[in-house]
């Protein structure tokens, strides 16, 4: 079936520093790839959507410019948090869509544990 | 516009009993369903989706969920529950905008008790 592998797993920053997370899909091809935040025991909250070859399309109160998107093929989808701060402390899931399967195919990542200190 | 509304953000069963997690949806169009469930410090895990055909869709590790257009409901059933069925599950709906994306509910944690 349809993988998405997502990396690291779990970064420790510094505040001000930036992190780059990366979502690959493994065996099939993402033109659109998603990124979520989730807050402890609550639901996701999306960011962005992410279109291979062009800007992403952010959602309402997402700073595109803290949350940098870029899909630059359409196996691999990238955020990077810049400028960290401990309110940035999350956890970050990316999901692809596979267009194989039509309309019906949403694969997750294993998400990213971001902390900054 | 669509929106998902989950009933109940916890819900206890013994093991071995039925569960039983409640999903209502909004949907100007058509709906697209989806129940996924979570693991602590894990990604989403697709159980079953509906589409289109036969409204009862069976998933995996025993789940199944019945699409009733009426109710606009999508609950999801299990018929006796595991220790291993614990975690965080969340209903989810297809929006229509062309961007394809989903729009989840506020989550059900789901303990079991042995």
């Known amino acids: 079936g349809a993988v998405v592998s997502q990396h690291p797993s779990w970064v420790i920053c510094k505040s001000g520093t930036s992190v780059k997370i990366e979502c690959r899909s493994l065996d099939f091809q993402a033109t659109t790839m998603f990124w979520y935040r989730q807050f402890p025991k609550q639901s996701l909250m999306l960011m962005a959507t992410?279109?291979?070859?062009?800007?992403?399309?952010?959602e309402q109160g997402v700073e595109k410019d803290k949350f940098l998107i870029n899909h630059a093929s359409l196996t691999l989808s990238t955020l990077t948090v810049t400028s960290a701060h401990p309110e940035d402390s999350s956890f970050y899931i990316c999901s692809a869509r596979d267009q194989g399967q039509g309309n019906y195919g949403y694969t997750f990542g294993s998400g990213t544990r971001l902390t900054v200190v | 516009a669509q929106s998902v509304t989950q009933l109940g953000s916890h819900v206890s069963v013994s093991e071995g009993a039925l569960v039983l997690l409640r999903c209502n949806y909004s949907s100007s169009v058509p709906p697209y369903l989806f129940w996924y469930v979570q693991y602590p410090n894990q990604g989403l895990q697709l159980l079953l989706k509906?589409?289109?055909?036969?409204?009862l869709v069976k998933g995996i590790n025993g789940f199944e969920a019945e699409f009733k257009k009426s109710e606009t409901s999508f609950h999801l059933t299990k018929p006796s529950a595991h220790m291993s069925d614990a975690a965080e599950y969340f209903c989810a709906v297809k929006g229509s905008s062309n961007t394809g994306k989903l729009i989840f509910g506020q989550g059900t944690t789901l303990q079991v008790k042995p």
């Open positions: 992410s279109n291979e070859g062009s800007k992403a399309t952010y």
């Open positions: 509906y589409t289109t055909g036969a409204t």
